[in-house]
Antibody, heavy 119, light 110 residues
Framework: EVQLVQSGAEVKKPGESLKISCKGSGYSFTNYWIGWVRQMPGKGLEWMGIIYPGDSDTRYSPSFQGQVTISADRSINTAYLQWSSLKASDTAMYYC????????????WGQGTLVTVSS | QSALTQPASVSGSPGQSITISCTGT?????????VSWYQQHPGKAPKLMIY???ERPSGVSYRFSGSKSGNTASLTISGLQTEDEADYYC??????????FGGGTKLTVL
């Protein structure tokens, strides 16, 4: 069974750094793209960016370029989303999801990681 | 890049059909056939319902269908069931090699 399992909920203070993870199983991790999607409380989905673990080719939404870093460690089938300095406005649910190509739809999705940033 | 435009809400009675529209531009919906639809129940992760405009993934009910005309894509759900009540999002690949989601549509089954 293809699965993406994300790391647990995080509570951080503004200015702190954070790295959340997404571990793939049940398929060849290096042959599919992994995307990240933000959902702020009570709001819609926003595409943040996507990475190909096979060669670390990474694309970012202009809205998130420079705000986050997407990476992957193919030796442990895990993709990451990280912040160097969190803001309160980063409070959201973050989902990872798999895509066959950089143009394709996302299926399946991880269960989500809730990030809360509060002083 | 602005989100694709979807109606905020639609409703229907069990057994009826509803259609949700998703309007973009010639740089996104009108540009590619990589248009997808996702269903999201409260507190759950999104689920792929339609990909490549009109293709259904394995396991998704035949009651869900997709289409596209120009810059507008549509999701139709026939034979509405109570479990179809959820939020629905469209998504499109863009000419900038990024993705856009729609603002989401809340479907209420009366």
């Amino acid at each position: 069974e293809v699965q993406l399992v994300q790391s647990g909920a995080e509570v951080k203070k503004p200015g702190e750094s954070l790295k959340i993870s997404c571990k793939g199983s049940g398929y060849s991790f290096t042959n599919y793209w992994i995307g990240w999607v933000r959902q702020m409380p009570g709001k819609g989905l926003e595409w943040m960016g996507i990475i190909y673990p096979g060669d670390s080719d990474t694309r970012y939404s202009p809205s998130f370029q420079g705000q986050v870093t997407i990476s992957a460690d193919r030796s442990i089938n895990t993709a990451y989303l990280q912040w160097s300095s969190l803001k309160a406005s980063d409070t959201a649910m973050y989902y990872c999801a798999r895509a066959l190509t950089s143009r394709d739809s996302f299926d399946p999705w991880g269960q989500g990681t809730l990030v809360t940033v509060s002083s | 890049q602005s989100a694709l435009t979807q109606p905020a809400s639609v409703s229907g009675s069990p057994g009826q059909s509803i259609t949700i529209s998703c309007t973009g531009t010639s740089s996104d919906v009108g540009y590619s056939n990589y248009v997808s639809w996702y269903q999201q129940h409260p507190g759950k992760a999104p689920k792929l319902m339609i990909y490549d405009v009109s293709e259904r993934p394995s396991g998704v009910s035949y009651r869900f269908s997709g289409s596209k005309s120009g810059n507008t894509a549509s999701l139709t759900i026939s034979g509405l069931q109570t479990e179809d009540e959820a939020d629905y999002y469209c998504s499109s690949y863009t000419s900038s090699s990024t993705f856009l989601f729609g603002g989401g549509t809340k479907l209420t089954v009366l």
